[in-house]
């Protein structure tokens, strides 16, 4: 049978047996329609792959996100209506918790003003050289706030690298860092954590003036006021540098899985919302210096 077949046996079983609204029917049917008609595939090839690039650009043309769920709701019915009539086995949706939690695309920053971000601590004083080390740590690693501010001294391999960190459901992920971070973490343990210290002893690597762990509230303040400064402070958000780490580095053409272990995302579907973000870029960059765009 073909597809449109099975859309208008679809339709009919929403109208007659399940008793939809015709209003309803109807936007089913367009969603549905739209869906294949992006996708161009038969109903039986459809992966997992072919719905997170489809939500993907449902977020990314400004979609709203009643929208977004009532699309995945539609095609969610569709493909449990093709299991039901058992011409599926396999439902590639079965991987889509809640539409609600679907958002909009991250904010980051671009290369440049990740730069002036960086030039901004004085680093002649104890907290500035802190500051500067975790901007470059934060960027060069792509870790959550919540990961940098529990990071301890002892996860911390300066001469291979890379630091241990534990993200969400305390799961363990080991990610390198570069070079530049590794100079500003060398010279802020030498200079300028023993003066937050002032004798006392700690297991974390940041501390704030009273030798304590430093807060997530702390970073905030931080990055809002290095944003004030360069006129970007309505960017700044709580995970600006991570989303800027993921987006930069699937723009010089990393590949999708080494990003979604760095960033310790359990699926791979989360991940890629940056690889439009990247292709919306690499436009972006086209439709500047390309004579004929």
């Known amino acids: 049978m073909k597809r449109e077949e099975i859309i208008k046996e679809y339709l009919t079983y ?15 049917r367009r969603d549905v329609e739209k869906f294949f008609l992006i996708i161009n595939k038969n109903y039986d090839k459809v992966a997992e792959k072919d719905i997170s690039e489809y939500i993907v650009k449902l977020i990314a043309d400004g979609i709203s996100h009643r929208s977004v769920a009532r699309n995945i709701s539609a095609l969610k019915s569709f493909f449990k209506y093709l299991q ?31 730069e002036k971000l ?17 901007i470059e740590l934060m960027y060069s690693t792509g870790i959550r706030v919540s990961e940098l501010v529990n990071l301890k001294l002892d996860k911390i391999n300066l001469d291979m690298g890379f630091i241990t ?3 969400k459901g305390n799961k363990e992920r080991i990610i390198p860092f570069g070079d530049e971070a590794k100079n500003w973490l060398l010279k802020y343990l030498k200079e300028g954590r023993k003066k937050f210290l002032k004798g006392k002893d700690s297991p974390y690597l940041y501390l704030n003036a009273r030798g304590g762990k430093l807060s997530r509230q702390y970073i905030w303040k931080m990055l809002k006021k290095y944003g004030r400064m360069i006129g970007i402070e309505d960017k700044i958000k709580p995970h600006i540098l991570r989303h800027s780490f993921a987006t930069h580095l699937l723009e010089k053409g990393a590949n999708l899985r080494l990003v979604q272990i760095l960033l310790g995302h359990s699926q791979i579907s989360t991940t890629e919302i940056y690889t439009f973000i990247s292709r919306k870029r ?12």
């Open 282 to 293: 690499i436009k972006e960059i086209y439709k500047k210096f390309h004579p004929r765009a």
């Open 84 to 114: 039901y009539t058992e011409r599926l086995k396999i439902n590639p949706l079965s991987f889509i918790s809640q539409p609600k939690l679907w958002k909009n695309l991250p904010e980051y920053l671009s290369v440049e003003e990740v």
């Open 165 to 167: 960190v534990f993200g």
């Open 14 to 28: 929403l109208k007659f047996e399940k008793g939809l609204a015709s209003n309803t029917v109807e936007s089913y």
């Open 118 to 134: 960086l030039n901004l601590p004085d680093i002649s004083k104890r907290g500035g050289l802190r500051d500067k080390s975790i």
